[in-house]
T-cell receptor, first 109, second 114 residues
Framework: RKEVEQDPGPFNVPEGATVAFNCTYSNSASQSFFWYRQDCRKEPKLLMSVYSSGNEDGRFTAQLNRASQYISLLIRDSKLSDSATYLCVVETGANNLFFGTGTRLTVIP | ETGVTQSPTHLIKTRGQQVTLRCSSQSGHNTVSWYQQALGQGPQFIFQYYREEENGRGNFPPRFSGLQFPNYSSELNVNALELDDSALYLC?????????????FGPGTRLTVT
């Protein structure tokens, strides 16, 4: 079983739509959780960390459910510039980050 | 831009050859991690260097080795190249070795093995 599993998509949504991505992780001892964004042929960049209490940054909301070993990312009012691949990342200790395969989002005018 | 640089940008090698990839970390960052990203996949952790010592390793064979220098720049060496080693190799630096830190990625080196 993979450490981190994501629906690869692609998700094609119209501008202004709300879209949600989900991710599950297998190691219950995982310590830290992140969402990274990767544009085509570019390097990954941190979008936001994910906390048990849930956290929000503008149009982006991340949630963590430790009991279900589940992470989510919600994007409201999608913009064309949100088109990218979104990577779910889990840190299990020993400074080892596990990346999911990524979920590709295309926002359509 | 993150301030993390990698060289070369692209590289073509033949199966069985050896390759060295280089990374300069962001100023003030003492930790460097290397990742392999195959097409259509997420990055896979190769290893991390902290203050010139290996500080964690993923599921990669010993022919993947590395170094970190006193200025915190780093090298990734791959011996006996295989076709499956063709990928984007990403270097990421961070100010600490520990949890809840952001990793800043360089633009990557695209390696093609023929």
């Amino acid at each position: 079983r993979k450490e981190v599993e994501q629906d690869p998509g692609p998700f094609n949504v119209p501008e202004g739509a709300t879209v949600a991505f989900n991710c599950t992780y297998s190691n219950s001892a995982s310590q830290s959780f992140f969402w990274y964004r990767q544009d085509c042929r570019k390097e990954p960049k941190l979008l936001m960390s994910v906390y048990s209490s849930g956290n929000e940054d503008g149009r982006f909301t991340a949630q963590l459910n430790r009991a279900s070993q589940y992470i989510s990312l919600l994007i409201r009012d999608s913009k064309l510039s949100d088109s990218a691949t979104y990577l779910c990342v889990v840190e299990t200790g020993a400074n080892n980050l596990f990346f999911g395969t990524g979920t590709r989002l295309t926002v359509i005018p | 831009e993150t301030g993390v640089t990698q060289s070369p940008t692209h590289l073509i090698k033949t199966r069985g050859q050896q390759v060295t990839l280089r990374c300069s970390s962001q100023s003030g960052h003492n930790t460097v991690s290397w990742y392999q990203q195959a097409l259509g996949q997420g990055p896979q952790f190769i290893f991390q260097y902290y203050r010139e010592e290996e500080n964690g390793r993923g599921n990669f064979p010993p022919r993947f080795s590395g170094l970190q220098f006193p200025n915190y720049s780093s090298e990734l060496n791959v011996n006996a190249l295989e076709l499956d080693d063709s990928a984007l190799y990403l270097c990421a630096s961070s100010p600490f070795s520990g949890r809840d830190y952001e990793q800043y990625f360089g633009p990557g080196t695209r390696l093609t093995v023929t």
